[in-house]
């Protein structure tokens, strides 16, 4: 006989199924049936993929973020100055054409293309997500930048995508820190003149510089300018990409020619911190990277089908709730058991290839983790599958120990 579907048992096939690729009605049906027994229709489970059900499921996802951190995260904050390292980005992804009303893209006279952007907040301290969002791709990043929420202590690492002059003012004004690259075309202007500063003609003289300079808005907000040169290989592989993204139109002299440096802007005063210090803290950032990398090869966060805007913001909010209770309950804590134990680096990526593959789950491990201070099973199997080989290069469990233990910015 046909049974009702609860909400828990809904959500718990809806989270397994949506992190094993494309997750249809059918499907869902079907797994539902296979756990609790009784007949279970596709009609049913569409006619429950609804908004009550988005805002059930936003709702799971909110909880498990506002989840308080571990006591080792909690130890890591007190090392540092910083109690929260924030790392902002987004990514896109494709979405059926029948979305286009709702979401957004690119087009020109042939054909158009359907794209969400999705925002992503993650601290690197707690080694946890503190935010998701799903927006039309034409809500850019330099639009959501003032929706991050920022307290006292806190260090945020964004791209030049998000730079605004004022969130730079936000961030002194609450008592924040924050590092961002150097946007080509921002005005720079002189404390002591208000006149603009030839920054070009500066590099060129000087070679390296580390100087107080104001922005051109009303508040003339103080920030560091701190640049290096940079190697001539990095140089050049700048200029090819910026001639590459260009899309046919030449790029000025100008600004390839301040593609000879690294240059940052920051609000942390120069006897915290030299530019060699904030060069290895903005590297941090790459972080965001390696979970988009994780989130769209292992989680499948990009496989989309031809689904309504309800069905893709319950499937994408429960490929997120996957992920940041994966991210919380499992990785970090795994992380820290295994090289306690064993004296290895879990890597991301290998840890959910190998749950997405079907080896363990996230109960599993988490089971294991919670079984003490010892080496069982599970957790021999992560270190043996799931750590970086061994390489000259660090990896970003190293950089992050050697971060918190130099206490760069402490």
């Known amino acids: 006989a046909a049974r009702k579907i609860g909400p828990v048992v809904f959500a718990a096939a809806l989270y397994e199924l949506s992190v094993a690729g494309t997750c249809s009605f059918n499907d869902l ?3 539902i049936d296979e756990a609790e027994g009784g007949l279970v229709s596709r009609q049913a489970v569409a006619k429950r993929m609804g908004g009550p059900c988005v805002d059930f499921l936003q709702a799971i996802l909110n909880r498990v973020l506002a989840r308080r951190c571990t006591a080792a995260a909690k130890a890591e904050a007190e090392r540092t100055r910083y109690g929260r390292v924030l790392v902002q980005d987004s990514t896109v992804i494709r979405l ?3 979305l286009s009303g709702e979401f957004s893209g690119v087009s020109n006279g042939s054909s158009a293309v359907c794209s969400a952007r999705i925002q992503v907040v993650y601290d690197l301290v707690e080694g946890a997500f503190v935010r998701f969002s799903i927006d039309p791709y034409s809500r850019n990043d330099l639009a959501v930048a003032p929706e991050l929420e920022l307290r006292a202590g806190d260090l945020t690492l964004r791209d030049r995508g998000y730079l605004l002059a004022a969130e730079i ?11 961002y690259r150097h946007k080509f075309g921002t005005i720079y202007l002189d404390p002591e003149t208000g006149e603009p500063i030839d920054l070009p003609g500066i590099l060129r003289q000087r070679g390296a510089i580390d ?5 051109n808005n009303p508040s003339r907000t103080p920030v560091r300018l701190v640049a290096a040169p940079a190697d001539e290989e990095t140089a050049n592989l700048r200029r090819a990409r910026a001639k590459r993204d260009t899309k046919g139109h030449a790029p000025s002299k100008e600004l390839l020619d301040l593609m000879s440096w690294t240059l940052f802007l920051t609000t942390i005063p120069r006897e915290r911190a030299s530019f060699r210090q904030i ?3 903005y590297g941090l950032r790459w972080r965001i990277e390696t979970v988009f990398k994780a989130w769209k090869s292992e989680l499948r966060m990009h496989r989309i089908h031809n689904v309504s805007a309800n069905q893709l913001r319950a499937l994408l ?3 997120m709730t996957v992920l ?5 309950d499992v990785f970090h804590r795994a992380r820290e058991a295994i090289h306690k134990l064993c004296q290895k680096d879990l890597s991301m990526i290998k840890t959910f290839r190998y749950i997405a593959a079907g080896r363990t789950t996230i109960a599993e491990i988490s089971q294991a983790l919670g079984q003490g201070p010892q080496l069982n099973g599970q957790l021999e199997r992560l270190a043996r599958y799931c750590t970086y080989d061994r390489r000259r290069r660090e990896n970003f469990n190293e950089k992050w120990d050697r971060w918190i233990e130099a206490s760069a910015l402490g």
């Open 324 to 328: 940041a209770n994966g991210m919380r």
């Open 96 to 98: 059926p054409a029948r």
């Open 29 to 31: 049906a079907a797994r």
């Open 211 to 215: 100087m107080d300079v104001c922005l």
């Open 279 to 281: 060069l290895d803290t």
């Open 169 to 179: 003012q936000r961030h002194l004004d609450v008592g924040a820190d924050c590092i």
């Open 317 to 319: 909010i429960a490929r």
